[in-house]
T-cell receptor, first 116, second 110 residues
């Protein structure tokens, strides 16, 4: 079974530039999450999708971050304009929400962003 | 608003059992205890979870105290590949999203 795919793995940009990250979840997983992980900290949830609808985006800095999940499969996370403090690893995860399921989240390897 | 407390770091000898404590004194009756680990440069990986009873799988054992206010993750025979950050997470039954703390950095030494 293929895992969660993310790209690019690494990205370096100047502050005030824009960047986009892509995520392809595990086939059949209706729930998709984007997490931000700053060096030395645990991952922080940015946004949660159920199919193509947003369930929770309370911690997404909406003045500069946006995310979409068209057709309920792939998702993109965009940052515009980037700030120095956005330097982090952006992790995508997916889960299969079903009765009796463990509720396990499957994570991708992440996209590491460096803002100079 | 951290729901769990874990030691910042711990060392373990290769081949020995590693016992990772977690305090979750404010846990509610409808909350599970989940454990994930994150090996360097990888995304977090599910290990095990439990509600009230002790659980065991091929990776680890989870011991939950009777009052559910604390738990211990046991890696029975630690290997160098178990070096990682281990996260103890309390999660509401029907809400799949996870709130991570800082975790415990476990270093397994030869």
């Amino acid at each position: 079974e293929a895992g969660v795919a993310q790209s690019p793995r690494y990205k370096i940009i100047e502050k005030r530039q824009s960047v986009a990250f892509w995520c392809n979840p595990i086939s059949g997983h209706a729930t998709l999450y984007w997490y931000q992980q700053i060096l030395g900290q645990g991952p922080k949830l940015l946004i949660q999708f159920q199919n193509n609808g947003v369930v929770d985006d309370s911690q997404l800095p909406k003045d500069r971050f946006s995310a979409e999940r068209l057709k309920g499969v792939d998702s993109t996370l965009k940052i515009q304009p980037a700030k120095l403090e956005d330097s982090a690893v952006y992790l995508c995860a997916s889960s299969l929400k079903a009765q009796g399921n463990t509720g396990e989240l499957f994570f991708g390897e992440g996209s590491r962003l460096t803002v100079l | 608003d951290a729901k769990t407390t874990q030691p910042t770091s711990m060392d373990c000898a290769e081949g020995r059992a590693a016992n990772l404590p977690c305090n979750h004194s404010t846990i509610s009756g409808n909350e599970y205890v989940y454990w994930y680990r994150q090996i360097h440069s990888q995304g977090p990986q599910y290990i095990i979870h439990g509600l009230k009873n002790n659980e065991t799988n091929e990776m680890a054992s989870l011991i939950i105290t009777e009052d559910r206010k604390s738990s211990t993750l046991i890696l029975p025979h630690a290997t160098l590949r178990d070096t990682a950050v281990y996260y103890c997470i309390v999660r509401v039954v029907n809400d799949y999203k996870l709130s991570f703390g800082a975790g415990t950095t476990v270093t397994v030494r030869a």
